[in-house]
């Protein structure tokens, strides 16, 4: 099987893609946006016409009574599936997760002193401890 034959490059005119390749070329001078030609009189009445037309609202009175029917049973549905609490609350009156976070705090804050009372009665020898020691567990006396 024969390697295929590449042709040597070929001499080119420089145009932008050589000059871009080119590191020594300054970089070309962006093109200036061509100025607009100003809407012809004919542009700006259709322009004018589509506007007047597309500002004007088609709104079907039927439609506008079934939406605002629509929407009304939804807001009825709503309050029945979640009625409003007929209890008035206080507006400095804790929320429930505060209440809750409270009484969780309270429960540790015993739990801890209770805790420590214990200790204290283990260590001066006034009950049994809680858990025994590893080497009465064996047999053998600490």
């Known amino acids: 099987m024969r390697p295929p034959h590449v042709l040597p490059p070929t001499p080119r005119k420089a145009g932008p893609a050589t000059a871009a390749a080119d590191p020594t070329s300054p970089p070309p001078a962006p093109a200036a946006p061509a100025p607009r030609p100003a809407p012809s009189a004919g542009y700006r009445r259709a322009l004018a016409a589509h506007q007047e037309v597309a500002a004007s609202p088609r709104v079907d009175p039927a439609i506008t009574e079934a939406v605002e029917r629509q929407t009304a049973a939804m807001r009825e549905l709503s309050r029945r599936a979640f ?10 009156a804790p929320t429930p997760i505060e209440q809750v976070r409270a009484q969780r705090r309270r429960q540790a804050a015993a739990t801890e002193a209770t805790a420590l009372r214990r200790a204290r009665a283990e260590r001066a020898g006034a009950i049994a401890p809680s858990v025994p020691h590893p080497r009465q567990v064996a047999g053998e006396v600490a």
């Open 83 to 92: 009625p409003e609490p007929d209890v008035e609350v206080p507006e400095d």
